[in-house]
């Protein structure tokens, strides 16, 4: 079974401030790994994903997060959070090393201060 | 891009009747597609995975007779709560993937549902 773990169900960064989320995973099988992101009332929309290849992976606004199998992590980082940026965020693995059921991590919610 | 609409984005419904959700890929077909639920401040928890034109496969503690999905078509996934209660209050979510081994998932903007 796969599971997805994130550490810190609430973060808060300042404005141009280094943001990053963490995810830990545990996966039978290489695993494929994604980040979402939910605005309030919204459906997810996918920031960025890791199938296999270049382990750093580059998303959209700005978004990008390292593959280490060594520590079973997938971390989501952004040199510098804009207001814009605050949302929940998702982590998520697949259970089959490719596109079908996907399990997701609990979400943490990102605060940006003015 | 791919889009998925899902329709109704609210609704509010009397507890005994149902309510019909619907999931659409409107640019691209669907083989597949899956049901979530989601609780305040919680995760999303997969329900159901809806095959075209097969039986749904529904997870360990999903009552089935409650909550009927139909798959008619590679564009469209209906998820029909049955006699809703207000436990049953909840934001529901599709996401369908394009055809094909290798694409990744699209989501709809979800469904929040309130039963009275």
């Known amino acids: 079974a796969q599971s997805v773990t994130q550490l810190g169900s609430h973060v808060s960064v300042s404005e141009g401030a280094l943001v990053l989320l963490r995810c830990n995973y545990s996966?039978?099988?290489?695993?494929?790994l994604f980040w979402y992101v939910q605005y309030p009332n919204q459906g997810l929309q996918l920031l960025l994903k890791?199938?296999?290849?270049?382990?750093l992976v580059k998303g959209i606004n700005g978004f990008e997060a390292e593959f280490k199998k060594s520590e079973t992590s997938f971390h989501l980082t952004k040199p510098s959070a804009h207001m814009s940026d605050a949302a929940e965020y998702f982590c998520?693995?697949?259970?089959?090393?490719?596109?079908?059921?996907?399990?997701f991590g609990t979400g943490t919610k990102l605060q940006v201060i003015p | 891009g791919a889009v998925v609409s899902q329709h109704p984005s609210r609704v509010i419904c009397k507890s005994g009747t149902s309510v019909k959700i619907e999931c659409r890929s409107l640019?691209?077909?669907?083989?597949?597609m899956f049901w979530y639920r989601q609780f305040p401040k919680q995760s999303l928890m997969l329900m159901a995975t809806?095959?075209?034109?097969?039986?749904?496969?529904?997870e360990q503690g999903v009552e089935k007779d409650k909550f009927l999905i139909n798959h008619a078509s590679l564009t469209l996934s209906t998820l029909t709560v049955t006699s809703a209660h207000p436990e049953d209050s909840s934001f529901y979510i599709c996401?369908?993937?394009?055809?094909?081994?290798?694409?990744?998932?699209?989501f709809g903007n979800g469904t929040r549902l309130t039963v009275t």
């Open positions: 640019d691209f077909q669907a083989t597949t």
């Open positions: 998520a693995v697949s259970d089959s090393g490719g596109y079908q059921k996907v399990t």
């Open positions: 996401s369908a993937r394009v055809a094909g081994s290798n694409s990744p998932l699209h």
């Open positions: 996966s039978s099988v290489p695993p494929y």
């Open positions: 890791y199938t296999t290849g270049a382990t």
């Open positions: 809806s095959n075209e034109g097969s039986k749904a496969t529904y």
